[in-house]
């Protein structure tokens, strides 16, 4: 589904530069869960940005099913963001203005659906994550659970194959981040590709691959030969 081949990624200012990501080369496959790991400021979210089309790497090529990304064009690049790829923030990123049914609604209002239809994938997705009894309420009006819930429900509600989350649970305390690191697996099991940044050794054992991170370079991978978390 993802090749990365040769990705560099360097950040100029007036001072100088720095290299976030160094000569990253890495295949993910389609329906795979994968955690990417490593310390602060290793690289970890340039590579999900690069990976998401959030960012363009400096060197190197991205393919996406097949198609280099370098060479599509910026209403390409939006269509795929748009219909492809669904990202899930650590810090929510919700809009307080915004009820629980309106912040996902927002995620679908650059597609072509009448208003029913609309209706009908939010209230879908938000019974599939467990939070329709709220779709009214507002987040101040939510636990941190909760609102990562909404955040999910807003990243899937356009079904898109590959799903990226950075630290999905670093807000969370240790029950409420189980319940999302289940979700994010029964998503998997449903055919969704998923890249996660995480520093948490409890989230990275939901993961089929672990992709270790150091200094901008892949140090280490590791593939699991146990089941996925189940306990």
Known sequence: ???????????????????????????????????????????????????????????????????????????????IRKNEVGVIFQAFNLLEELSVYRNVELALLYHTLSSSERRRRVMTVLEKVGIAHRSHHHPHQLSGGQQQRVAIARAIVATPSLLLADEPTGNL????GREVMDLLKRLNAEGT???????????????QRVINLFDGSVVLESRRTVPIRND
């Open 173 to 176: 305390d240790s029950a409420n």
């Open 193 to 207: 590709t998923i890249v996660m940044v995480t520093h948490n050794p409890f989230d990275a054992d939901y993961a």
């Open 1 to 79: 589904m993802l090749k990365l081949h040769g990705i560099a990624r360097v950040y100029r200012d007036g001072e100088g530069q720095a290299q976030a990501l160094c000569n990253i080369n890495v295949e993910i496959g389609e329906g795979e869960f994968i955690a990417v790991m490593g310390p602060s400021g290793c690289g970890k979210s340039s590579l999900l940005n690069i990976m998401g089309l959030l960012d363009k790497p400096t060197a190197g090529r991205y393919l996406f099913r097949g198609e280099d990304m370098s060479l599509a064009s910026e209403a390409r690049l939006s269509d």
